[in-house]
Nanobody, 122 residues
Framework: VQLQASGGGLVQAGGSLRLSCAAS????????MGWFRQAPGKEREFVAG????????YYADSVKGRFTISRDNAKSTVDLRMNSLKPEDTAVYYC????????????????WGQGTQVTVSS
Protein backbone atom coordinates (compact mmCIF):
# COMPACT_ATOMS: atom_id res chain seq x y z
CA VAL A 1 0.00 0.00 0.00
CA GLN A 2 1.18 3.49 -0.84
CA LEU A 3 0.12 6.17 1.60
CA GLN A 4 0.21 9.90 0.98
CA ALA A 5 -0.40 12.22 3.92
CA SER A 6 -1.34 15.86 3.49
CA GLY A 7 -2.90 18.78 5.30
CA GLY A 8 -0.19 19.80 7.71
CA GLY A 9 0.83 23.37 8.31
CA LEU A 10 1.39 26.15 10.79
CA VAL A 11 -1.45 27.05 13.14
CA GLN A 12 -1.82 29.03 16.33
CA ALA A 13 -2.62 27.34 19.60
CA GLY A 14 -6.33 26.69 19.87
CA GLY A 15 -6.69 26.33 16.13
CA SER A 16 -7.66 23.38 13.97
CA LEU A 17 -6.20 21.33 11.15
CA ARG A 18 -7.42 18.40 9.12
CA LEU A 19 -4.95 15.81 7.94
CA SER A 20 -5.76 13.39 5.18
CA CYS A 21 -4.12 10.17 4.09
CA ALA A 22 -4.81 8.72 0.67
CA ALA A 23 -4.12 5.03 0.08
CA SER A 24 -3.55 3.06 -3.07
CA UNK A 25 -2.38 -0.39 -4.04
CA UNK A 26 -4.44 -2.76 -1.88
CA UNK A 27 -8.02 -3.16 -0.78
CA UNK A 28 -8.22 -0.30 1.70
CA UNK A 29 -11.20 -1.63 3.63
CA UNK A 30 -9.30 -4.78 4.60
CA UNK A 31 -7.10 -2.94 7.07
CA UNK A 32 -7.28 -0.87 10.17
CA MET A 33 -5.43 2.43 9.87
CA GLY A 34 -3.58 4.63 12.27
CA TRP A 35 -1.99 8.02 12.73
CA PHE A 36 1.26 8.46 14.60
CA ARG A 37 3.46 11.47 15.24
CA GLN A 38 7.08 12.15 15.96
CA ALA A 39 8.37 15.33 17.53
CA PRO A 40 12.05 16.35 17.30
CA GLY A 41 14.16 14.31 19.66
CA LYS A 42 11.28 12.06 20.63
CA GLU A 43 10.12 8.62 19.68
CA ARG A 44 7.21 8.09 17.35
CA GLU A 45 3.96 7.83 19.27
CA PHE A 46 0.46 6.62 18.60
CA VAL A 47 -2.19 9.28 18.02
CA ALA A 48 -5.33 7.58 16.71
CA GLY A 49 -6.55 4.41 15.04
CA UNK A 50 -9.67 3.32 13.19
CA UNK A 51 -11.01 -0.14 12.43
CA UNK A 52 -11.63 -1.49 8.95
CA UNK A 53 -15.25 -0.41 8.86
CA UNK A 54 -14.69 2.83 10.75
CA UNK A 55 -17.01 1.79 13.54
CA UNK A 56 -14.27 1.57 16.18
CA UNK A 57 -11.80 4.32 16.96
CA TYR A 58 -8.86 4.53 19.35
CA TYR A 59 -7.04 7.55 20.74
CA ALA A 60 -4.03 8.42 22.79
CA ASP A 61 -4.99 10.02 26.07
CA SER A 62 -3.18 13.20 25.07
CA VAL A 63 -5.52 13.82 22.12
CA LYS A 64 -8.76 12.29 23.33
CA GLY A 65 -11.61 14.76 23.03
CA ARG A 66 -9.65 17.02 20.66
CA PHE A 67 -8.83 14.79 17.69
CA THR A 68 -11.20 12.71 15.57
CA ILE A 69 -10.17 9.97 13.18
CA SER A 70 -12.43 8.85 10.36
CA ARG A 71 -12.19 6.94 7.13
CA ASP A 72 -13.93 6.79 3.78
CA ASN A 73 -13.49 3.34 2.28
CA ALA A 74 -15.04 4.40 -1.01
CA LYS A 75 -12.33 7.03 -1.43
CA SER A 76 -9.57 5.05 0.33
CA THR A 77 -8.81 7.89 2.69
CA VAL A 78 -8.37 8.29 6.42
CA ASP A 79 -8.62 11.71 8.02
CA LEU A 80 -7.53 13.17 11.31
CA ARG A 81 -9.43 16.20 12.45
CA MET A 82 -7.44 18.10 15.08
CA ASN A 83 -9.08 20.76 17.22
CA SER A 84 -7.87 22.83 20.16
CA LEU A 85 -4.30 22.34 19.04
CA LYS A 86 -1.49 22.85 21.53
CA PRO A 87 2.20 23.59 21.00
CA GLU A 88 2.96 20.08 22.26
CA ASP A 89 1.06 18.69 19.25
CA THR A 90 3.88 19.95 17.02
CA ALA A 91 5.31 16.96 15.17
CA VAL A 92 5.51 15.16 11.87
CA TYR A 93 2.33 13.14 11.51
CA TYR A 94 2.33 9.79 9.74
CA CYS A 95 -0.42 7.47 8.59
CA UNK A 96 0.12 3.74 8.38
CA UNK A 97 -1.66 0.47 7.66
CA UNK A 98 -2.25 -1.85 10.59
CA UNK A 99 -1.17 -5.45 9.97
CA UNK A 100 -0.93 -6.65 13.58
CA UNK A 101 -3.32 -6.96 16.48
CA UNK A 102 -2.91 -3.78 18.50
CA UNK A 103 -3.61 -0.27 17.30
CA UNK A 104 -1.28 1.38 19.80
CA UNK A 105 2.19 0.21 18.78
CA UNK A 106 4.03 1.22 15.64
CA UNK A 107 5.44 -2.30 15.30
CA UNK A 108 1.90 -3.40 14.35
CA UNK A 109 1.89 -1.19 11.25
CA UNK A 110 3.36 -1.21 7.74
CA UNK A 111 3.50 1.04 4.71
CA TRP A 112 4.21 4.30 6.44
CA GLY A 113 3.43 7.45 4.49
CA GLN A 114 5.99 10.22 4.11
CA GLY A 115 4.58 12.34 6.92
CA THR A 116 3.20 15.84 7.09
CA GLN A 117 4.50 18.56 9.39
CA VAL A 118 2.19 20.14 11.95
CA THR A 119 3.50 23.16 13.81
CA VAL A 120 1.48 24.82 16.55
CA SER A 121 2.66 28.22 17.71
CA SER A 122 1.93 29.56 21.17
Amino acid sequence: VQLQASGGGLVQAGGSLRLSCAASGRTFSNYGMGWFRQAPGKEREFVAGVSRSGSNTYYADSVKGRFTISRDNAKSTVDLRMNSLKPEDTAVYYCARRVGVSYYYDSEYRDWGQGTQVTVSS
